[in-house]
């Protein structure tokens, strides 16, 4: 944690306001006015120098010129499709072997097959998208393509069939000098002036009549052009214009993550203040706080870093005054219930031996006499157990590998006859130097390991070290501690167990803290108890 200076406020004149401006440090809102005001002056540079109302107006104008000339060059094409298309029905017409297989159909009763097979040679050759024969009456003898409507005259016209203009050219096919059919040949319109007006058009299409809101072109009675000019200029300006906003959203979005970061860096303090107020109000006192600012915001961590020192000290010793209290009460109870008690107690325990032998080994009452010997048996040790927690414990450290302790004390466990094999463990392989009293661990783990293997087995022993502590786990099979059991487990005479007394656990938690140690139940599932002793100087060992 970084010390905080104490600020040197200026003495002010009479009526006069001075404040302890620092500029190393500028405050919150001073950041915020030279970020903002940089931001803003950039981007009005970026739009001042990007683009100009002249060159809009000057780009309209020739954009202007370019549609009039498209609308003259439509006109134009119309024209010379017109004529290209009447000469391309003259010609058909005047195909020889179209008029002799029509001849031959209608009046020499030939094949009927070979108008058709004329039509879609012709169709082929010309690449037409639609021809018709039929007769003068308007009877279709052969047809390819789009079924067009008869014209009902000669000529070249705009028709509409399902939504598509098309031009369509008519020409009459004669045999000598006699009229027998009439030839009709058609063309997308769209399509062909597309392919003429490629160059200077995005899209072109044609409509019936006039469309409300859009500028057409009248090419015929029935056909009005609605053509998108090629604006390469305008375009240009449309990329420049998406420029601007890509600049302008990246100098927003610039602005509101400078902003953020700033802010989020100036008030984090404030904001782990606020939660870590929340986490010392649920009793957590070992809260430290880090900050670097040189203000109040600082110096408010500094006090709050204090008051919970002083809070997790106070709680500490009033923890630790309670046990003892607790423990001194429980001296004083044990001395009196071994006087009071374990006399009865010895008196039943040998008036009941006696009754067992001389009763039959038959009788019903065998029973009842073992059953109040179980029970005084287990009276006598429950006051074994109170006379033993009430002592005051002192250890008598000394140095030893912890590692190689434990993996001799697992192997031991697991030669017992109610938890064999019960234990696994996992060497670290390297030394672990600690000084502790070795009899009173063996004492704490065994409370601990039989609490576990009655929760659940196998059981997990795990061991950590750093610099200045050791971790000791026991982790076992079972579900593992209610938020209710956690915040009760270590109280003496505190049991989930029928059978329990409730002094085990407290007894571990007696000895850890006698060593500067101590012990807690971690949430989740399985259940895990995690020692935590101090590993101590080789000065203290022996002591």
Known sequence: MHSVEETQWPVAAAGETRWPWRW????????????????????????????????????????????????????????????????????????????????????????????????????????????????????????????????????????????????????????????????????PLSARLNARLAVDVESLRLYPAPVPGMAALKLADNAWLVARVANPAQAALVEVRRLLLVILAAAGLALVTLTGWVLRRRLRPLRDLALATERVGRGEFALRLDTDEGNEIGRLVEAFNSMTAQLGQAREIEARMEHEARLSAIGRVAARVAHDINNPLTVISNAAQLMARELAADSPLQADVQMIRHHSARASETVRQLLEFGRTVRPRRHEFDADAWLEDWVSRWNRRGRYADSMRYRPLGRPVAVCLDSLLLEQMLDNLATNACQAGQPVTIRLEDDRESILIEVIDSGPGFSEADRQHLFEPFYTTKPEGTGLGLASALTIARAHGGDIEALAGRPGRIRVRLPRAQASVCGA
């Open 24 to 187: 190393h440090k500028p405050s919150l809102l001073a950041s915020l006015l030279w970020l903002l005001g940089g931001v803003v002056a950039c981007v009005s540079l970026v739009a001042y120098f990007s683009i100009e109302y002249f060159i809009d107006r000057q780009f309209a104008a020739l954009h202007q010129q370019r549609v009039q000339r498209l609308e003259a060059q439509a006109v134009t094409a119309l024209g010379e499709e017109r004529r290209y298309l009447d000469s391309l029905a003259a010609l058909v017409a005047s195909d020889s072997e179209l008029g002799n297989s029509t001849y031959y159909h209608l009046y020499l009763e030939g094949e009927r097959r070979l108008p058709q097979s004329a039509v879609a040679r012709l169709a082929r050759t010309f690449g037409l998208a639609a021809i018709v024969l039929a007769t003068p009456q308007g009877r279709t003898i052969a047809r390819q393509g789009a079924p067009l409507p008869s014209l009902g005259g000669d000529g070249v016209r705009i028709v509409w069939w399902r939504g598509e203009a098309w031009l369509v050219a008519s020409r009459p096919v004669r045999r000598a000098t006699l009229h027998i059919a009439r030839i009709e040949i058609g063309q």
